[in-house]
Structure formats: C-alpha cells, structure tokens
C-alpha cells in the first residue's frame, strides 16, 4: 500500500495529466493481473451441483490455528495503523512541501 501512495503520488506530481493517467495505469495492472489469472491452472477439484460448487469452504490445519488466531489481533491493528497514517499523509505532505 505504500509504494502504491508513492507511485500514484509520483505520477500526480510529474506525469501529464494526473487526474487521468492514474487510472489508465491501473487499467492496465488490472488486465496484466487478468491475463495472468486467466492462465493460472485451477487448485481446487470441482464439487457436483450448482449450489455445492458456491459454498466456499476455508480451512486452517490444527497446527497453524494457534498462530493464527494469536495473529490475527496484530495482523487487524497494523492494516488499521496503515489505513491511518495512508489518511493522513497527504495532508502532511501538502504541507511540508508546500505542494498542492
């Protein structure tokens, strides 16, 4: 997430126009990131019925579930820390370098 703030933050300083090249970048990584999916090869045996098929089922084997579960606590608090400070740095970057 953060070099994704730098580089969105380099092109709205130095590229031509910004307001509109950010997303045909990103239009671009999407379609790359498509493409490579499209051509991964499928890890998951296919289950009879329509509905059986829809009914996603997500494990965690007994020996990671201990780490996991005392994980999960900083892996919630350090996506929060990041959302704020992402938040926050434009305006204190505005501000440190005067740039609008």
Not at 46 to 73: E, H, K, N, Y
């Amino acid at each position: 997430m953060g070099v994704g703030a730098i580089l969105s933050s380099l092109l709205v300083t130095f590229a031509p126009a910004p307001t509109h090249l950010v997303y045909a970048f990103l239009l671009v990584l999407t379609l790359v990131e498509v493409g490579v999916i499209w051509l991964m090869q499928e890890t998951v045996s296919r289950r009879l019925g329509v509905l059986a098929s829809l009914d996603p089922r997500v494990t965690i084997s007994l020996s990671a579930r201990r780490m996991f579960c005392f994980l999960i606590p900083f892996a919630v608090a350090l996506w929060m820390l990041d959302g704020f400070f992402l938040s926050l740095v434009p305006s204190v970057v505005a501000r440190a370098t005067g740039s609008q």
